[in-house]
Structure formats: C-alpha cells, structure tokens
T-cell receptor, first 114, second 116 residues
Framework: DSGVTQTPKHLITATGQRVTLRCSPR?????VYWYQQSLDQGLQFLIQ???????AKGNILERFSAQQFPDLHSELNLSSLELGDSALYFC?????????????FGPGTRLTVL | AQKITQTQPGMFVQEKEAVTLDCTYD???????LFWYKQPSSGEMIFLIY??????QNATEGRYSLNFQKARKSANLVISASQLGDSAMYFC?????????????FGQGTILTVHP
C-alpha cells in the first residue's frame, strides 16, 4: 500500500459525459501528479499540483481540468468524454524536497467510455 | 525535451536466472533522476529503484540493481535470481529539475515473463 488513495477504482460511462476522479496523497505530501496510461499513448504526464497551485502541465486536453484543494486532495475532471479517453488514470504524490524523490502511485482509476 | 527508450517489448527468463532490461534516455539537463517501476497484471505501479545523475555508485535494492552508464545514457535494470512473481511490465522513467518539477517521463515498457 503506497498510502495514495484513488476513487473510484473503476468507472464506466458513455461518450459525452463528465466524470470526476479523486486522489488523496500520502500524509504530508504536497505534490500531486496525474498520469494517463492508454494502449496507444503509453504512460504520460497530465498535470501537477503543489500545495494547491498548478505547477506543470503535460499533454492534458482542454476537456480535462484538475484542482488541488486545501486539504491537499486532488480531483481530475474529464468532460465531453470520447472513446479514446478510456484509460487507466494514476495519481502520484511526492514528499517535499528535490524533484527526484520517489513518486508514490495510487492504485489507479480505470475509466471505460462506451 | 526528455525521452526514454525501452527497446525490448518482451523478455523471457528462466526462474533463478538473472535478466537485464534495457533503458536509454535523452536529456540536455545535467541534473536528473532515473527510476524503474514494476506494473503487475493487477495494474498498480510499484517503485523499484532510483539513480541520480550525480551518483557515483550504481544503485542497488535487494535483487534489483541499476547499471548506470552516463556516457552512453543508459540505465539498465538487472534483476538477479528471477522469481515467478517478477513477471510483470517494467517501466523506466526520468525526472529532470527546473520547471519540470519532477514530472516523470516514461518509456514504453518491457513485459518480463519468468518461466519455471
């Protein structure tokens, strides 16, 4: 158990819908990273938050948005869903310190868009 | 931009033997970290080992060691005494400093199958 929690574990929805994925980092970790793992794109970085503020952005679609709340949990919102958004979405957290500390991954949310 | 290349889509190894999974990287940043993660069929990402660009010694963690050759920009993972439970997907990843804020860039992964 990495100490990072993600809910829900599985999500099945239809095209055009909107979903929210939730992540709680390890106790004391201020950084939250979101990654998407799909068959065609592999594992790619989406977005990072640090203590409530957006820090870095990767290949995140405009239909996707995220935020980190004062209690440090984070939510990833996916809207106008398309079939290609079906993927495993990971959240990871990292302790304060250098950029190179280990990132602890949550169990992931498997999103299926039908 | 950073890039990680894993050229072995699949590898097979006999139980109790050693196996090397290849990883090459590309970055112009002199300060970076290299990571290996294991992803079993259940899907979770398990951290295995880390190597910093300024580390003089190769990293080791139990049966895992990282063969770091900076001039060749390679960071191969060596698993000694393979076990059936080592069968999984293995990802090499890199983080650089500066405005990248530690985001990980992953390779495409290598599927390792351990035969009894």
């Amino acid at each position: 158990d990495s100490g990072v929690t993600q809910t829900p574990k599985h999500l099945i929805t239809a095209t055009g819908q909107r979903v929210t994925l939730r992540c709680s980092p390890r106790s004391g970790d201020l950084s939250v990273y979101w990654y998407q793992q799909s068959l065609d794109q592999g594992l790619q970085f989406l977005i990072q938050y640090y203590n409530g503020e957006e820090r870095a952005k990767g290949n995140i679609l405009e239909r996707f948005s995220a935020q980190q709340f004062p209690d440090l949990h984070s939510e990833l919102n996916l809207s106008s869903l398309e079939l290609g958004d079906s993927a495993l979405y990971f959240c990871a957290s990292r302790a304060p310190g250098t950029s190179f500390d280990e990132q602890f991954f949550g169990p992931g949310t498997r999103l299926t868009v039908l | 931009a950073q890039k990680i290349t894993q050229t072995q889509p699949g590898m097979f190894v006999q139980e109790k033997e050693a196996v090397t999974l290849d990883c090459t990287y590309d970055t112009s940043d002199p300060s970076y970290g290299l990571f290996w993660y294991k992803q079993p069929s259940s899907g979770e990402m398990i951290f295995l080992i880390y190597q910093g660009s300024y580390d003089q010694q190769n990293a080791t963690e139990g049966r895992y060691s990282l063969n770091f050759q900076k001039a060749r920009k390679s960071a191969n993972l060596v698993i000694s005494a393979s076990q059936l439970g080592d069968s999984a997907m293995y990802f090499c990843a890199m983080a650089v400093g500066g405005t990248s804020y530690g985001k990980l860039t992953f390779g495409q992964g290598t599927i390792l199958t351990v035969h009894p």
